[in-house]
């Protein structure tokens, strides 16, 4: 499965972006999606999930009230709002099944200055 992350970008600390990931190849609507990301010299870390149909989502302490989950099953798309952007948010960010099923990919570049 191809997935391919963008909307990333540079933002000054409290700014918005609006990621978006696109899985191509696979019924995208039978799969917990997350968004995963990881900061130069660290490991991947698990941000945000989104169930298949949209219900219940489930959040990383550090983005609980700040990031905002959603998807599109039809258009197999899931979307990350990320708003009071924080430097400590700067990172390549994934999408993926929530237990990495699929190839990561590039993933897509958010850097935050203060």
């Known amino acids: 499965v191809q997935l391919q992350a963008s909307g990333g970008g540079l933002v000054q600390a409290g700014g918005s972006l609006r990621l978006s990931c696109a899985a191509a190849?696979?019924?995208?609507?039978?799969?917990?999606m997350g968004w995963f990301r990881q900061a130069p010299g660290k490991e991947r870390e698990f941000v945000v999930a989104i169930s298949r149909s949209a219900v219940s989502t489930w959040y990383a302490d550090s983005v609980k009230g700040r990031f905002t989950i959603s998807r599109d099953n039809a258009k197999n798309t899931v979307y990350l709002q990320m708003n009071s952007l924080k430097p400590e948010d700067t990172a390549f960010y994934h999408c993926?099944?929530?237990?990495?099923?699929?190839?990561w990919g590039q993933g897509t570049q958010v850097t935050v200055s203060s």
């Open positions: 190849g696979r019924t995208f609507s039978n799969y917990v």
């Open positions: 993926n099944t929530i237990q990495g099923d699929w190839n």
